[in-house]
């Protein structure tokens, strides 16, 4: 029985090779992404702290003292502003590699259909040629059955 070849291999395997590399981009993107969501989450947490301190403490509290708080705060919530606008980009960057993936793992999915399908037509041709070759025996023994038979 001959070995089924895939004459398509090689791009089967850059297609997979492609998959692999757009699935190892949306792990990045989805690690940046958890990694701005925590740092958004700290400085919220601290800002929230820093509120709470100051409106605890704002009538003990000197002039010079709550203005660095309020600069403090004002920082802190231009930091968020900032890490929000980080969480947004890379929210797209996940959703940008996501579709890179989704698009990655439709093309390799269409060569092995057609790797599958090579192959099932492969095994039906290795079927019939050795019904081909049973048939042919047969016909052979009977021949030589009838031969004998004659004589």
Not at 94 to 106: G, K, P
Not at 130 to 148: I, K, L, T, Y
């Amino acid at each position: 029985m001959k070995r089924f070849t895939f004459s398509l291999q090689p791009v089967l395997d850059v297609r997979e090779r492609r998959e692999r590399e757009r699935m190892q981009r949306l792990a990045q993107a989805q690690l940046e992404l958890q990694q701005a969501q925590e740092r958004l989450e700290e400085l919220d947490r601290e800002r929230q702290g820093e509120t709470r301190v100051v409106r605890e403490r704002h009538s003990q509290l000197e002039l010079e003292e709550l203005q660095a708080y309020y600069a403090h705060l004002e920082h802190l919530a231009a930091e968020s502003a900032c890490q929000r606008e980080r969480v947004a980009e890379a929210q797209r960057r996940v959703e940008t590699s996501r579709t890179e993936l989704i698009a990655a793992s439709t093309d390799k999915r269409v060569v092995e259909r057609l790797k599958e399908r090579r192959h099932e037509d492969f095994l039906h041709e290795e079927r019939l040629a050795e019904q081909r070759q049973v048939d042919d025996d047969n016909a052979r023994v009977e021949s030589r059955v009838r031969e004998r038979g004659k004589t």
